[in-house]
């Protein structure tokens, strides 16, 4: 089992992830609602993917990548996002992000890009990638 920390401000999303990730090879070790809890979460249980909302109120999930950056943490991250704002795709690649998954994307996409980055590959829409290379 692939250890698994999942971090949206919304209960549904995160009740709908733990759904999806049920009867998989991925485990949640926790669901919290914030990015201050998920920094202080991955701390305790070193989950091996965390997956963030990038908007959340207090620390967003932009800022817990950039801090466990800025601590040399090189874990796994997918970001889930609604929309992503030019500024937000820049910062989000910068930091080293792993994958970025829309929030009205399919169940199959959420596990796709588990099993694509936990193998050490990226899970980021060619769309997106292309947009942050014009952007660079």
């Known amino acids: 089992m692939i250890s698994v920390l999942v971090a949206d401000d919304h209960g549904l999303i995160r009740a709908g992830i733990e759904a999806v990730l049920k009867d998989s090879q991925f485990h949640i070790v926790a669901a919290v609602a914030s990015g201050e809890a998920a920094l202080s979460e991955i701390e305790k249980l070193d989950p091996a993917i965390v997956v963030l909302d990038i908007d959340m109120?207090?620390?967003?999930?932009?800022?817990a990548?950039?801090?466990?950056?800025?601590?040399?943490?090189?874990r796994t991250v997918i970001m889930l996002v609604d929309t992503i704002t030019d500024r937000q795709l820049l910062a989000v690649m910068r930091a080293g992000i792993q994958g970025i998954v829309c929030k009205s994307s399919e169940a199959e996409t959420l596990l796709e890009a588990l099993e694509n980055v936990s193998r050490g590959q990226k899970a980021i829409n060619a769309g997106l990638l292309q947009r942050a290379l014009d952007l660079s």
């Open 57 to 63: 109120p207090g620390t967003t999930g932009i800022q």
């Open 65 to 74: 990548l950039q801090s466990l950056r800025g601590n040399a943490d090189k």
